[in-house]
């Protein structure tokens, strides 16, 4: 069901971007780019020991005219989910294929604005930990059930453009689950940096 799920997905992307080269100007955005985010690791005495996870991938921008453009592609990010209920916790984390379809605009060559829905797709095990308290009670690695989860990502960019859109660009990345449990915190926000190449 994954693998269909997935497959659906590409197509779509695909199809999607190529019907916007075919109405627009005709020009692609490349964006390779590295993916950071913040994770809780340890919880002692109510002080957070963090940690930056780091990720990548390729998003490609078909533009429609000078101000809009459809973007799609591909980041690879882990992503850690928080559960607590009195005094136990419940920390999971697991890699995921994080497949955005965002309308972006752009004010200028060097600031845009995107928003829109993602599928994210597990590509690993899940580790758990469990704790009560201050108290790790134990830690392990399982393979998880497959799982594929929704959403609406939301992001503001500075590129600092050197051709046109070309150029290098900061992005802060807001992504917001359709599903989430109430009790349930995600690591919702994300810092991307790279490269964008029109083409």
């Known amino acids: ?23 627009g100007d005709g020009s692609l955005i490349l964006s390779f780019a590295g993916v950071a985010n913040d994770t809780e690791k340890q919880v ?28 799609t592609g ?25 497949i955005p379809i965002m309308a972006r605009f752009w004010v200028t060559d060097w600031f845009s604005v995107a928003t829109g829905p993602f599928v994210a797709f597990r590509t690993g095990d899940t ?19 497959e799982s594929v989860e929704y959403g609406i990502d939301t992001a503001a960019t500075f590129n600092i453009s050197i051709d046109d859109k070309s150029g290098i660009f900061l992005e802060g990345r807001y992504s917001d689950l359709f599903d989430q449990d109430n009790t349930e915190k995600f690591n919702e926000v994300s810092a991307l940096a790279g490269f964008k190449m029109q083409l």
């Open 1 to 23: 069901m994954k693998k269909l799920i997935l497959t659906l997905t590409c197509i779509s992307s695909i199809l999607l971007t190529s019907n916007a080269m075919a109405a």
């Open 44 to 71: 002692r005495e109510n002080e957070t020991n963090n940690e930056v996870n780091i990720g990548g991938g390729i998003l490609v921008e078909a533009n429609i005219n000078e101000k809009f453009g459809i973007e």
């Open 74 to 98: 591909a980041l690879l990010i882990n992503r850690q989910y928080d559960a607590e209920k009195g005094e136990a916790r419940l920390l999971q984390e697991t890699k995921r294929l994080h």
């Open 127 to 145: 580790k758990t930990t469990l704790k009560v308290g201050d108290t790790e009670l134990g830690s392990l690695k399982t393979s998880a059930d």
